[in-house]
């Protein structure tokens, strides 16, 4: 197991759910905190905010903070979404758009 695949109560147009994914090493890394959150200030998560729960991965792109939270996968593999593949990722400034291989671009 290499990754830990969320998926969300979202879906997109053809109602594939929202799913991402982060590193195992990332998740099961104490120093980072990673969290699966039910309250906000005390009270129920709010339903804008993700309830009934959300997933919190300090120090990673908002993206995958998943709300709605329905499902957690581990796998060998990262995730085969398009929101894992091709949107939301995190890359220097200077890359060229050009010559980019996203594929190679963890998160």
């Keep these: 197991?290499?990754?830990v695949l969320?998926?969300?109560?979202?879906?997109?147009?053809?109602?594939?759910?929202?799913?991402?994914?982060?590193?195992?090493?990332?998740?099961?890394?104490?120093?980072r905190d990673v969290l699966l959150a039910y309250e906000m200030n005390g009270k129920e998560l709010p339903v804008d905010h993700g309830f009934p729960l959300r997933v919190v991965v300090p120090g990673t792109v908002g993206a995958r903070q998943v709300k709605w939270l329905q499902r957690i996968i581990l796998s060998r593999d990262e995730s085969q979404s398009f929101w894992q593949q091709k949107?939301?990722?995190?890359?220097?400034?200077?890359t060229s758009w050009d010559t980019i291989d996203l594929s190679?671009?963890?998160?």
Aim: cysteine-free; overall charge negative.
């Design 87 to 94: 949107d939301y990722k995190t890359v220097n400034p200077s």
């Design 104 to 107: 190679k671009v963890i998160y």
């Design 1 to 3: 197991m290499s990754h």
């Design 6 to 31: 969320f998926q969300g109560a979202d879906t997109d147009h053809e109602g594939q759910p929202y799913e991402v994914s982060i590193p195992a090493s990332v998740a099961f890394d104490q120093r």
